[in-house]
């Protein structure tokens, strides 16, 4: 996974941040400064901020004890600083809406936000959309695609979350290339919803 996060960032100085939320309701934190050279391509870190992040990155990778993770990566190099995001569904790391990291990067002024790039999931088959091809909208806003994008459907488990949300117990939910996650139907498509505005 961090072969292919290194990968992706391509030479530079990159700064790797993840924030957890366990299923207790605490949030746990870890960062990762990487220092990437080419040809050949090296690597250089800390060993202790790596072994924190490596072990609370395999943590919400596994989602047993977490129930939400998003990790975003921060380049400071030319031609300016920007960033991108991943969220964890299904134990894999998913690009995050752009719209979604605009909002956060707000708090953040000069880092400019781009869309991240897909992961490829060693065991996922190639059919299906992925999170980068974003559907087209109705001039109302509503999504038109149907299909779920591959490796992001999960059940929600009531049990984790508290009595207060136990009528979705057992609903299944995936993401749209769109960026929204939603329901799924009895057919396995993708409910009516509308696209996040970015």
């Given amino acids: 996974m961090l ?6 960032q391509g030479e530079g100085a990159h700064q790797l941040s993840i ?3 366990r299923t207790r309701g605490t949030t746990a934190t ?3 400064s990487l220092s990437v050279t080419g040809a050949p391509l090296q690597v250089s870190h800390g060993a202790e901020e790596y072994l ?3 072990a609370l990155l395999t943590f919400a990778l596994e989602y047993s004890t977490v129930r939400h993770a998003v990790l975003v990566a ?11 995001g991943w969220t964890v569904r299904a ?9 979604e990291l605009q909002a956060a990067a707000l708090r953040l002024p000069g880092i400019a936000v781009y869309a991240a790039p897909a992961l490829c999931h060693p065991d996922e088959p190639s059919e299906g959309p992925a999170m980068s091809d974003k559907p087209a909208a109705t001039p109302d806003g509503y ?5 779920p994008v591959r490796g992001t459907i999960r059940t929600i488990n009531a ?6 949300f136990s009528h979705l117990h057992g609903r299944r939910m995936a993401q749209c290339p769109c960026g929204r996650e939603t329901s799924l139907t009895d057919r396995g498509n993708l409910r009516r919803h509308k696209q996040p505005q970015e």
Avoid: M, Q, Y
């Fill in 30 to 32: 870890a960062e990762l």
């Fill in 91 to 99: 134990g894999w790391l998913r690009p995050v809406a752009t719209g």
């Fill in 74 to 84: 921060t380049t400071a190099d030319e031609p300016g600083p920007r960033a991108c």
């Fill in 143 to 147: 999504c038109t695609n149907k299909e």
């Fill in 52 to 54: 924190r992040f490596l």
């Fill in 19 to 21: 924030v957890a939320e």
């Fill in 3 to 8: 072969a292919a996060l290194v990968l992706n």
């Fill in 159 to 164: 049990s984790a979350i508290g009595p207060k």
